[in-house]
């Protein structure tokens, strides 16, 4: 490796690990004080980097909430992606009910960035429209295991799937944030089999 190389990998970890230290910072300051208390200055402080070099990885903290936001989520998408290829009614709801109970797990076990999440939601436009972008890319998925599900001739042909995956993630969305905000006194195992059974009757054959 030539001393022009090393010097760049040099400079790539250092880079790779001052955008941890300001996620990492970020993350625990936004527990502390909340989305809208903290500040782009206080992050910089506690992850003890430069104000220039902070800007090279962020512009503020809408977009530090963000990255953070990505990592968490990405997890969700990945089990949202998960193919889904039943050969009857019974091994649909079997799919439905454990990808529902994850989801909502997930939400649960990740209740404080999550919390986090829904605060800045409400009061930053960028991570608003990061959030409706993950929504979309959900729907994206279950309207894929719809159609399937369709092709197969498992499920009515007189609803609009559309219309059918974004519901269906919505009622899973509210749900989590329930989880998330500790409003419900049900189960997630309850939770799960009541809205997992709403679903899956109404759809298939």
């Known amino acids: 490796m030539s001393e022009e190389t090393k010097q760049i990998d040099g400079r790539n970890m250092r880079s790779i690990a001052t955008k941890q230290k300001l996620l990492d910072a970020a993350r625990d300051l936004f527990y502390e004080f909340g989305f809208k208390k ?11 980097t430069g104000y220039g070099t902070a800007y090279v990885h962020f512009k503020g903290k809408d977009e530090i909430l963000i990255a953070l936001m990505e990592t968490v989520m990405q997890e ?13 009614k019974e091994e649909a709801k079997e799919l439905v ?10 939400a649960k076990s990740n209740k404080d960035i999550m919390k986090v ?17 993950i929504r979309k890319t959900n729907i994206h998925f279950i309207i ?24 269906w993630f919505l009622i899973n969305e509210n749900h989590q944030w329930d989880l998330v905000r ?19 009757d ?3 054959k």
């Open 117 to 133: 999440f829904a605060e800045a939601i409400s009061l930053s436009p960028a991570v608003n429209e990061k959030w409706d972008d």
């Open 38 to 48: 903290t500040t782009i200055t206080q992050i910089i402080k506690r992850a003890e």
């Open 76 to 88: 969700f998408l990945d089990m949202a992606h998960t193919p889904f290829l039943p050969t009857s």
């Open 144 to 167: 894929r295991d719809i159609t399937y599900a369709q092709s197969q001739g498992l499920v009515r042909s007189d609803l609009k799937i559309d219309i059918v995956a974004r519901s």
């Open 182 to 200: 500790d409003d419900t006194s049900a189960s997630i195992e309850d939770i799960a089999w009541t809205i997992t059974t709403m679903y899956i």
């Open 97 to 106: 009910l454990n990808q529902v109970t994850a989801f909502l797990t997930m």
């Open 202 to 204: 109404g759809l298939y």
